[in-house]
Structures are given as C-alpha cells and as structure tokens.
C-alpha cells in the first residue's frame, strides 16, 4: 500500500466526520478498480461490518463491495451475508449508498454474481409482497444496480434476470419507466 492510500485509510476513522468523510470519498474512489492492497484493509473492514456505529458498518460494507474485484481468494463469498443484512437497515440515508454499492461484487466473478442476483431477485420478491413505504425503491435500486452490472458485463444473464423482475413489476406505469430506461442499455 502506497503511502497516500495508508493516510486515507487512517484519515479515514479520525473523529472529525468532515475528514472522515473526504478520506472515505476517496478511497471509494481508489478501489473503484483493482487494488494490490486489498487484504491490508480487509480484515479490518469485516471486523467493522459487526460494528454498534452504523455509519462504520455502511461503510466497510460500501469498501468491501467495491473491493470484491480485488479479492482474488472470493472472501467475499463469505462476508457477503453481512453485508447484504446491513441493507436491510435503509431508515439510514447512507444505507442506499451501501445498497447501491453491491453491483460490484458481480463484478468479481461468476460466484460473486450468483449470490448477488440470488440476494437480489428475493429481496425483490420481498418488496411484492409487503406494503412498506421504501419498497418501490428497492425496487428501482435493485434494478438500477442490475443495469450498472450489464452495463459492464453485456451478458444474457443480467439482461434475463432484469426482464423477469420487470415482469414481476406490478405497478404498470413504473414498469413501463423501466422498461423504456433499460432498453437504452440493451439496444446498445
């Protein structure tokens, strides 16, 4: 680890929230392609994972996803329910950024994105069934992060799994939304 990602990592517990931030914002950015560094920090991230500081677990959960493309031994595997428990918490405005963050563990391999899209068609089957406020949100979240994923993948088996939640969709109006907005995607 070079000495500038050292610094980030330590600015990046410091008390005040302003630096934390910063440092924070730039790892993301840092780990938004491969790092040579990724086991340095990981331990250390799923430790914070089980944290009682939400702000802490959302972001070791954010970090790990984004660093799943580095983990060549697929800890991620895993971790990967913990994380996907921590999104269950979105009264938490920065549980979206966390939930928004998981496409790219389907980003680190065929196993990583089996366990992703598992994850994502039942929690999306959730969401049909219960009447919480939030849920149509999910909903689109789930959707968004799947046309992240085929946006970089281009593969039959995002674009299936995108086309059979948008059938499950019951509200027409926002199906026909999303319809138009991933055929953009897929007609490219």
């Known amino acids: 680890m070079d000495a500038e990602t050292k610094m980030l990592v330590q600015l990046a517990d410091e008390e005040d929230w302003e630096t934390r931030n910063k440092a924070f914002l730039l790892l993301i950015e840092a780990v938004n392609r491969k790092v040579d560094w990724a086991y340095e920090v990981w331990d250390k991230l799923v430790d914070d994972l089980s944290s009682s500081n939400m702000e802490l677990r959302l972001r070791a959960g954010q970090l790990l996803s984004y660093l799943a493309i580095s983990d060549s031994e697929q800890r991620i595997l895993e971790i990967f329910p913990e994380i996907w428990d921590i999104t269950y918490d979105l009264d938490y405005e920065s549980s979206l950024d966390l939930f928004q963050s998981t496409w790219k ?20 089957q959730e969401t049909l069934k219960d009447s919480e406020n939030n849920n149509e949100l999910v909903r689109f979240y789930i959707l968004k992060n799947l046309m992240k994923l085929y946006e970089q993948l281009q593969d039959k088996k995002t674009e299936n799994l995108i086309q059979k939640l948008l059938y499950l969709e019951s509200e027409n109006r926002y199906k026909v939304n999303c319809q138009v907005y991933i055929q953009t995607y897929i007609s490219r």
């Open 105 to 124: 563990i389907g980003l680190a391999g065929a196993e990583q994105k089996n366990i992703l899209f598992q994850a994502y068609e039942e929690r999306f």
